[in-house]
């Protein structure tokens, strides 16, 4: 009794690759890619010497004379594998659906992410009712995907009216014409009011996590790849890239070291609909979102980019600069498919004019990537000064896995457990933070229950408290108490504590103020004293001869700290 033979056939080369990579534990006997190289190999010939199959619809179609699967007979293949099922085949319209039917005495299933049945009551109408359906919530809290916050992002120039005063590079317009979020980089151009954005986010993120920005065509992406180089600490010219259907080869050898987890770079890519959907790039951190989306399908796939899970990925951060977070409000996020929608009959379709039933930017690789240039844009340079009015409203909204929002304590609770049996009251948790002795044990104690430090540095960037103390990390997640800056707790410090200390003693507790505003509570323990006084004085006997008895000076430091923290 021979083998099965499985095929898995979809519409994109990067998944045909990134399903024939998941099988690398199978004899590489048994598997094969039947493309182009493979092809010519076999001297026109498709490879018929193996167990599962790998291929894309578009090489299927090619051939001389006919096309290139007539080369197997109809029942050569038992099972079939339709990726991303919702696009292409099913559709009667297609020319791809003649291969699912020359191979129709194998089983065929269809595997999609996007159960939209309105734009899809070709596809359910092909394969029948789902034999299995798993929701994006399940996934979380099976601990399959993973957790996310939304930062929403609105700005003084989120619309724009031109009023004669800002310099008209190219295009046409008129005094009062007024543009909103739909028209920037279709058809206006402002190139400051795009850098105020990369500014700001790159501002916030950790750079060295890797980052998918979402961009309105591939002029676009471009220029946001331009403007995110220019304003990176990384020195590494290849840190940012651009993928999109015109960088062919070139785009494809960046997306797959992006893919690599044991590489860093490229670390940001930006894309217009390329790599919206199938995608599969484990450690992705941050997704922003720089143009509208509109269509659910096209949403879900975009949030489905980053919610791969990865050690030591507890979430990831979805940027909103375009108010998509509304699509969270609609009943269709993560909800049961509807019931299949019959198309209305409508006469044909003038040339270039869009499918209505066709969300944007769903369609094969090259779909909602064929750009019209910057040719007929208006390009405005706004008027001196005007890029530095620009201003952002930040708020930071957190999803559970019901597609629903949460406050930041239940979403961390969700993601670390509960601490309040650790910490019963705002007065025990001054208490164990504001001696140096006592934080050490505390911290050993909630590294003991699983919060070790990336964790709770997870936690301040979570509630994007970046430049705030733990201590007000955690009297937020516990007692809702709002952050406190460092740079706020310093100061405040400096005033009503040091004030009656003069000399020497006063000039190292400022420094070690300064040190704490920079890098934070770790300067602060117990061991820390000693490498204060050789730092500044070379050797702890010589601190102890310039300011005086070292339980004096310790007991400075500690007052110090019990003062910082009871602001």
């Given amino acids: 009794m021979r083998r099965p033979r499985i095929l898995f056939l979809a ?12 099988f690398s534990a199978f004899d590489p006997d048994a598997l094969t890619r039947i ?61 791809w659906r003649a291969i699912l039917e020359y191979f129709e005495p194998a089983a065929q299933l269809g595997l999609t992410a996007t159960p939209k049945r309105k734009h899809n009551a070709d596809t359910y109408a092909y394969f029948g009712e789902p034999v299995y359906t798993y929701a994006l919530k399940e996934g979380i809290e099976d601990g399959y995907l993973t957790p996310f916050k939304v930062r929403q992002m609105a700005s003084t120039i989120d619309e724009y009216v031109y009023d004669g005063s800002d310099e008209l590079v190219s295009g046409e317009v008129e005094e009062g014409d007024r543009f909103s979020e739909l028209d920037f980089n279709t058809r206006i151009v402002i190139e400051q009011r795009e850098l105020s954005r990369v500014k700001e986010f ?8 890797k980052t998918l920005v979402f961009c309105a065509t591939q002029d676009h992406a471009a220029l946001i790849r331009d403007l995110i180089n220019q304003v990176k600490t990384s ?39 390329k790599l919206s959907t199938g995608v599969d790039a484990r450690n992705v951190r941050h997704i922003v979102l720089m143009r509208p989306v509109k269509s659910m399908i096209e949403f879900k796939q975009i949030i489905g980019r980053g919610t791969r899970t990865f050690e030591g990925k507890a979430f990831f951060t979805i940027w909103d600069f375009v108010k998509a977070h509304e699509n969270f409000q609609d009943p269709e996020w993560d909800g049961e498919p509807l019931e299949p929608v019959a198309p209305e009959p409508r006469g044909p379709r003038a040339p270039g004019e869009p499918d209505p039933d066709e969300p944007f930017g769903d369609g094969g690789e090259d779909e909602g990537e064929d750009d019209t240039g910057s040719t007929g844009k208006i390009v405005i340079r706004l008027a001196d000064g005007k890029d530095r009015h620009i201003r952002f409203v930040a708020t930071t909204t957190y999803w559970g896995p019901d597609g629903r929002p949460m406050t930041a304590a239940e979403f961390l609770q969700r993601l670390f457990g509960d601490l309040s049996g ?38 301040r960037h979570l509630i994007d408290a970046k430049d705030s103390d733990l201590f007000d990390v955690l009297a937020y997640i516990l007692f809702t108490h709002p952050p406190v800056t460092r740079y706020q707790r310093a100061k405040t410090t400096e005033t009503l504590e040091l004030r009656t200390i ?8 400022v420094s070690i103020l300064r040190a704490y505003e920079t890098n934070g509570e770790g300067e602060l323990g117990t061991r ?36 910082l923290y009871s602001i």
Avoid at 11 to 22: G, K, P
Avoid at 239 to 268: M, S, W
Avoid at 533 to 542: F, K, N, T
């Fill in 202 to 209: 790159m501002s916030q993120i950790d750079q060295r996590q």
């Fill in 11 to 22: 519409d994109r080369n990067i998944l045909a690759d990134q399903a024939f990579n998941s």
């Fill in 502 to 509: 003069d000399g020497e003693l006063k000039d190292l507790l």
């Fill in 422 to 459: 650790m910490i019963p009251d705002e007065d025990a948790l001054r208490a164990a933070w504001s001696n140096p002795d006592r934080r050490e044990q505390f911290l050993e104690q909630l590294s003991d229950r699983g919060y070790d430090h990336d964790k709770l540095d997870d936690m």
């Fill in 35 to 95: 493309n182009p190289v493979t092809i010519a190999k076999h001297k026109g010939r498709v490879p018929k010497n193996a167990s599962v199959f790998f291929t894309i619809f578009q090489t299927f179609m090619t051939g001389d004379g006919e096309p290139l699967y007539t080369q197997y007979p109809p029942d050569f293949f038992d099972f079939i594998i339709i990726d991303e099922c919702h696009r292409g085949g099913a559709k009667d319209e297609s020319e």
């Fill in 235 to 273: 020195t590494n010219p290849d840190y940012c890239h651009r993928v999109t259907a015109n960088d062919g080869a070139v785009g494809e050898a960046h997306l797959r070291a992006f893919q690599d987890n044991d590489k860093t770079i490229p670390t940001i890519l930006t894309t217009s609909q």
């Fill in 528 to 563: 820390k004293l000693g490498n204060y006084l050789i730092a500044r004085y070379g050797s702890v006997a010589e601190g102890k001869t310039r300011l005086g008895e070292l339980s004096t000076i310790k007991d400075a430091y500690i007052r110090l700290q019990e003062t």
